[in-house]
């Protein structure tokens, strides 16, 4: 099993960006409930956003209303769209799966583990 998450880069406080994680070998992925984490410097990792196999979704408070994540299992890959971006949303980003789908997402033990895409928002 790997998930690859994508799309980090630097951007400029105010500034979006879309974050990708492609899973491969993974049966059944819409079974599947999906993660964002991020972890900052000095700071303890952090579930971001989830989605289960419901499409039900989960945001920490300080990204509600400027994060979206979706799914598209057909291309078993989970986005993570960023806007209004802010210098404390500086982080790498990793995405996690677990078979345990149906389960409220950030409260899921996750399984799998991407390697992480590093974010930075800095003028």
């Known amino acids: 099993v790997q998930l690859q998450a994508s799309g980090g880069g630097l951007v400029q406080p105010g500034g979006s960006l879309r974050l990708s994680c492609v899973a491969d070998?993974?049966?059944?992925?819409?079974?599947?409930?999906i993660a964002w984490y991020r972890q900052a410097p000095g700071k303890e990792r952090e579930v971001v956003s989830c989605?289960?196999?419901?499409?039900?979704?989960h945001y920490i408070d300080s990204v509600k209303g400027r994060f979206t994540i979706s799914r598209v299992n057909a291309r078993n890959t989970v986005y993570l769209q960023m806007n209004s971006l802010k210098t404390d949303d500086t982080a790498v980003y990793y995405c996690?799966?677990?078979?345990?789908?149906?389960?409220?997402?950030?409260?899921?033990?996750?399984?799998?583990w991407g390697q992480g895409t590093e974010v930075t928002v800095s003028s």
């Open positions: 996690a799966a677990d078979r345990a789908g149906g389960s409220y997402c950030p409260f899921i033990p996750y399984e799998h």
């Open positions: 989605i289960n196999n419901a499409d039900a979704t």
């Open positions: 070998g993974l049966q059944h992925y819409d079974y599947y409930a």
